[in-house]
């Protein structure tokens, strides 16, 4: 068994950062997805790809996979850098173009 342990990012589709505070252990794949002719699904017989554990810090997941036996990566977050902007700065007669 191999998992990834990350803090996940925000995604496309939303502005705030609500489930973006929580540890999650993925587990990898160990069987290849394979598609249905008939129905025209992707499907897999590993069911593991289906969990997903939630922790609230990064060291009780770790300290799960450890308790467990469980092979992990751990993904460190990027630094948020924020950018601060305002409306006028737009018609500033110094700024890049």
Known sequence: MKA????PTRT???????????WVLDYEPE???R???L?????????RQQVRLYFETREAAVAYADKHGIDYTV??????????QA???????????
């Open 39 to 47: 129905m025209g699904w992707t499907s897999s017989g590993d069911t």
């Open 12 to 22: 496309a589709m939303q502005q705030g950062r609500r489930k973006t505070h929580d």
């Open 75 to 84: 993904r460190e977050p990027q630094e948020r850098r924020i950018r601060l």
């Open 87 to 97: 409306y006028a700065d737009n018609f500033r007669w110094d700024r890049a173009r």
């Open 4 to 7: 990834r342990i990350y803090k």
């Open 31 to 33: 069987l290849p997805r």
């Open 35 to 37: 598609h249905d002719p």
